[in-house]
Every structure is written in structure tokens, then in C-alpha cells.
């Protein structure tokens, strides 16, 4: 120990600020590292997108890009007026934010675009004919003799999409009979078919419902009893036109009138649709196989 004791006054002292942490080892006083976490930076902007929605209420949901020929959907871009196009079908306008698309008439993939966006909708046709008996109608007859008809309402499926743009209508076809209707033979199923509208209405297992009600009839063909047991066939081809449009065949229908000696009973089916009745039963709705069907 020095002479005299040690003099604490004249040793320099240095203590941080109060509340300043001392620095680590290395570090110069009074200088604070950089901090290790990023700078927040704002979130990457959504790319802009194209929003479907059917015009049409059903089937199912309005933003379904599976859609009929001649179908409408109601378009819209996320980022404001831009320009559009399609690859097939038709575009209310080539630039706004929004704009109405018709589907062409025959079944394709169509790409519309708006700006950087593009939206695929699957447009598909009229695929199969099914029938229903048009409520609170019986089965056309004459008593004694071996003539059936009936009234129909037809369904255009699939029933996943909807026809309300579509018509459709029957191709003209010779009949094959035997037996009590061989006077038939080749008879005209129609030389002048009409073309039937179809409703918004779509049935679930059926498809989208028609506006006019078909009829299916046997005739009378004249034969004296007894009356051999035979029936009349028509394997009927079917077409459907979107507006002003060409035709184009999708389904054929059958429709067959049949009358059994050993039961004595005459009947008529068509695309699903039928009815049945007895020889002896009473004359019933005759007009309804002789008069065209109600609009």
C-alpha cells in the first residue's frame, strides 16, 4: 500500500445515466446497435378478380360458372372500368366494370377477360327429354276402341344449369307399328312441329320445365273388332335453338302407344310420361288427341 493510503478521488468513475442499460463489452458507450426485427411493410395488394353471378335464380348457387347455352351471367371486375372480351358468346359492352354475358349455343369452354383477370365458365347443352303428366289430365279414349293419349309437360336436362334462352321442338319421323295399329305404318309423327319455349323453372332430377304442354296419341286406327293385340312406335329426334339461331339435335324421345288383347288395355308413354285405360272404359278427353295442345 502506498505511503499516505490510497486516494479514491483520483480515480476516474463513470456510471450510465439513470434507467440507461450499460453497455455490453465491445460496444462504445453511449451507442445502441441497430435493431435486428424488419421495418413493417403494408400487405401486398390483392390481384384483381371477376365476380359471376347467374341472372337467373336457379339451380343452385348464383355464382355457379357451369351454365346453359343462351344463358346469362352478370359480370364484374374488382378494380373499376377496364376492358373486356370473351372467347365465345356475346359482352353488353367492351369496357365498363361490369357487364352482362350471353352464352353462345353450342356447348364450350369460354374465357372472358377484364383487365388482368380472367374468369372460365363451362357452358354446356341441352342433353336429355324427359316428361311428366300434365296435372289434372286423364287418358284420351273412346269406349270400344283400342285408341290412348295423353298430355305432357317436358323437361330439358341436365338439371344443373338453366335453358331459359333455349327452344326446342321434334323432328318429324315415320311411325313402326304391328298388329292393330299396322294401318299406321309410316304415318307422320308431325309434318309441321312447333317450337316450344322454355320457363326459369328448373325440377330437380328433370331439368328446366316448358312452357306449352305436349301430347302423346295413338289415333284410332279404324281396324273392326276383335282387335289384335299391336302397338305404334316413334323414335322422335329432338332440337333446341338458342334466339334466332340454327337447330341443334340433342335427344331423342320415344314415344309408344300399345293395345293387349289378353288385358284389353290401351296405353301411351312418352319420354317418362304415361297412362293406361280399358277397352270398355268410358269416352274420355277425345278432344285432346284431336285438338292441337294449349299454348
Known amino acids: 500500500m502506498p505511503r499516505g493510503g490510497w486516494d479514491f478521488s483520483k480515480i476516474p468513475l463513470y456510471a450510465p445515466p439513470l434507467g440507461q442499460p450499460r453497455e455490453k463489452p465491445g460496444e462504445q458507450p453511449g451507442v445502441r446497435p441497430p435493431s435486428q426485427n424488419p421495418a413493417p411493410q403494408s400487405p401486398p395488394s390483392q390481384p384483381a378478380t371477376i365476380a359471376s353471378q347467374t341472372v337467373a335464380n336457379e339451380p343452385g348457387a348464383s355464382t355457379r360458372t357451369t351454365i346453359g347455352v343462351g344463358e346469362q351471367v352478370n359480370l364484374s371486375y374488382s378494380a373499376g372500368k377496364t376492358h373486356w372480351a370473351t372467347s365465345a358468346g356475346t359482352l353488353s359492352s367492351d369496357y365498363d366494370d361490369g357487364v352482362f354475358f350471353n352464352a353462345p349455343d353450342t356447348p364450350q369452354n369460354v374465357t372472358v377477360s377484364a383487365g388482368t383477370a ?24 273412346t269406349k270400344d276402341r283400342p285408341d290412348s293419349g295423353i298430355m305432357t309437360t317436358t323437361f330439358l336436362g341436365p ?76 323414335d322422335i329426334p329432338n332440337e333446341y335453338q338458342v334466339a334466332d339461331g340454327p337447330f341443334h339435335h340433342f335427344a331423342n324421345a320415344t314415344q309408344l302407344s300399345t293395345y293387349s288383347n289378353a288385358q284389353s288395355v290401351a296405353y301411351t308413354y312418352k319420354a317418362g310420361a304415361r297412362g293406361w285405360t280399358t277397352l270398355s272404359s268410358p269416352t274420355s278427353n277425345p278432344d285432346m288427341c284431336l285438338q292441337p295442345a294449349p299454348p
Open 118 to 141: 380472367k374468369i372460365i365458365l363451362t357452358v354446356i347443352a341441352p342433353a336429355s327429354i324427359v316428361a311428366e303428366r300434365f296435372p289434372d289430365t286423364g287418358v284420351s279414349h
Open 159 to 234: 338439371d344443373t344449369v338453366n335453358f331459359r334462352n333455349v327452344k326446342y321442338r321434334e323432328v318429324n319421323v315415320g311411325a313402326i307399328c304391328s298388329g292393330v295399329f299396322k294401318p299406321f305404318e309410316g304415318r307422320p309423327h308431325d309434318p309441321s312441329p312447333k317450337t316450344i319455349g322454355m320457363q326459369d323453372t328448373v325440377i330437380a332430377g328433370k331439368g328446366t320445365q316448358s312452357r306449352a304442354q305436349d301430347k302423346a296419341c295413338s289415333g284410332d286406327p279404324g281396324t273392326p273388332p276383335p282387335f289384335e293385340t299391336g302397338s305404334i312406335l316413334y
